[in-house]
């Protein structure tokens, strides 16, 4: 699998928007990314892709490691 992404802050230093190609033998896919950036309660991270999946987890610190929740749902 091969992924192209290019990203972009967006003005104010908050939201970090993406845009990723995939390329793998199991066909191409397109997504968009983001991350967003919360300077007192964590980090999150959204996607939107191509296969109709959309991903909403959340990241927090604890000293050096990030935990990760999520709940990933898929289109219908």
Same mark, same amino acid.
């Given at each position: 699998?091969? #992924?192209? #992404? +290019? =990203? +972009?802050?967006?003005?104010?230093?908050? $939201?970090?928007? =993406?845009?990723? @190609? $995939?390329?793998?033998?199991?066909?191409?896919?397109?997504?968009?990314?983001?991350?967003?950036?919360? &300077? &007192? +309660?964590?980090?999150? $991270?959204?996607?939107?892709?191509?296969?109709? #999946?959309? @991903? @909403?987890?959340?990241?927090?610190?604890?000293? @050096?490691?990030?935990?990760?929740?999520?709940?990933?749902?898929?289109?219908?």
């Amino acid at each position: 699998m091969t #992924e192209t #992404e +290019q =990203c +972009q802050w967006m003005e104010g230093g908050f $939201y970090l928007v =993406c845009h990723s @190609d $995939y390329k793998s033998s199991m066909g191409n896919a397109s997504a968009s990314p983001s991350w967003i950036f919360h &300077r &007192r +309660q964590s980090l999150y $991270y959204r996607e939107f892709n191509s296969f109709g #999946e959309f @991903d @909403d987890s959340r990241g927090t610190l604890d000293g @050096d490691t990030w935990n990760w929740t999520n709940d990933e749902k898929w289109a219908a």
